[in-house]
């Protein structure tokens, strides 16, 4: 089948939405299908980026076609959701792939096959109404749900979803291959010129409730152990870095391009997702009620120990069993279970072994081989 992803933003971009959709197109070409991802491109003296520049970027290993189309960012994606249906159609693409609404609702209005993916509520006026547009053209072939909290909402405050397999619950997913053979601790800080000592990792963007003020906290009350923090955009570190009060167990690498991350993972005893209550998103909103972060996936990959705030979205696929579930913003108890695991390694392996199992469900191929299933 030949299917045309339609990106939702430039590339490449640190976001998680252009990271997500590269890993789709890798899985589509992974299961045979001829991958045609569209671009938007900002101006007219933009060099598309080269391949290897891509591949090291989002961590990829399977090529596809990337073509770049013109666009007007004044025009808030209108005219490239437009341009990139087109261009799909000069193409003959059987399928359209696409997580921007405006090109989901211009192609299932033509009646083009189009699965639309939806990771957050739809915001503003048009929102709401670019997905009805969506839902009720002939070409829609599949809604795609990152989480069941999500599709609930959705059904509650825009419109209620057809059932499935129209719609279809699928959380982000990881490259296994990428995790499969991750050097042991030690030796992965080895690599990394990090300090050889207990080491409690997080990975990611560090917007506003994504809890890098918490590991701050962390890290002043343990200054036995080490903290990893890679990723952020230069304002995040730099305002992370003012609010240290120089803590000596605190390491700040910034980016890290997605083909090098699985080694600051393995370099980590303890993985953290210490979400807050409110989570922002790269657009501002709020997403805490129905995320589900690629980094969840690569922890439980890793084999770590999985340390999270417990929030009702993230037992969708987190549990006992699996991680160490506690409150957003009780600093005590994130202490006290760092604390204990660092005494109790037979504890930390059980977690760990189990996160890493429990990995395997969700690969990015097989995501990929469900979503287009009987369509």
Not at 122 to 127: I, Q, S
Not at 153 to 180: C, E, H, K, M
Request: glycine letters at 6%; a neutral charge.
């Amino acid at each position: 089948m030949k299917i045309c992803l339609i990106a939702p933003t430039y590339l490449p971009s640190r976001r998680a939405n252009t990271i997500q959709t590269m890993k789709m197109a890798q899985a589509f070409t992974a299961l045979g299908h001829g991958v045609q991802v569209v671009v938007p491109q900002p101006r007219a003296d933009h060099q598309p980026a080269p391949w290897d520049e891509l591949a090291n970027h989002y961590g990829l290993q399977q090529r596809f076609v990337v073509d770049w189309l013109p666009v007007n960012p004044r025009l808030r994606s209108y005219d490239y959701g437009f341009k990139a249906v087109q261009y799909a159609r000069r193409q003959k693409a059987d399928l359209i792939f696409t997580r921007l609404p405006q090109a989901a609702a211009f192609a299932s209005s033509l009646g083009m096959a189009t699965i639309f993916e939806i990771h957050d509520l739809p915001r503003g006026t048009l929102g709401p109404w670019l997905l009805r547009r969506f839902l009720n053209g002939s070409g829609a072939r599949r809604l795609v749900v990152i989480t069941q909290s999500l599709s609930d909402a959705l059904s509650q405050a825009i419109t209620p979803l057809p059932a499935a397999p129209f719609t279809q619950i699928a959380p982000d997913g990881v490259d296994l291959v990428r995790y499969a053979d991750l050097p042991e601790a030690a030796a992965a800080r080895a690599q990394l010129s990090l300090p050889d000592q207990f080491t409690v990792g997080y990975t990611g963007h560090l917007y506003a409730g994504r809890g890098g003020e918490m590991i701050l906290k962390l890290a002043a009350q343990l200054p036995e152990m080490n903290f990893l923090l890679v990723g952020g955009n230069a304002e995040d570190i730099a305002r992370l870095r003012g609010n240290a009060d120089e803590l000596s167990n605190l390491t700040l690498p910034g980016f890290v391009p997605n083909a090098e991350l699985p080694l600051y993972q393995a370099a980590c005893d303890v993985l953290l997702m210490p979400y807050q209550r409110r989570v922002a998103a790269s657009s501002g909103g709020d997403i805490a009620r129905y995320l589900s972060p690629m980094k969840l996936f690569e922890y439980l990959a890793s084999g770590r120990v999985i340390l999270s705030s417990d929030l009702p979205v993230l037992r969708e696929i987190l549990n006992e069993e699996n991680a160490l579930l506690l409150p957003p913003d009780d600093a005590t108890a994130w202490v006290a279970a760092l604390r204990a695991l660092a005494a109790n390694p037979a504890r930390a392996q059980a977690l760990a072994t189990q996160s890493r199992r429990d990995a395997q469900q969700y690969a990015w191929n097989t995501r990929a081989a469900q979503i287009v299933e009987n369509l």
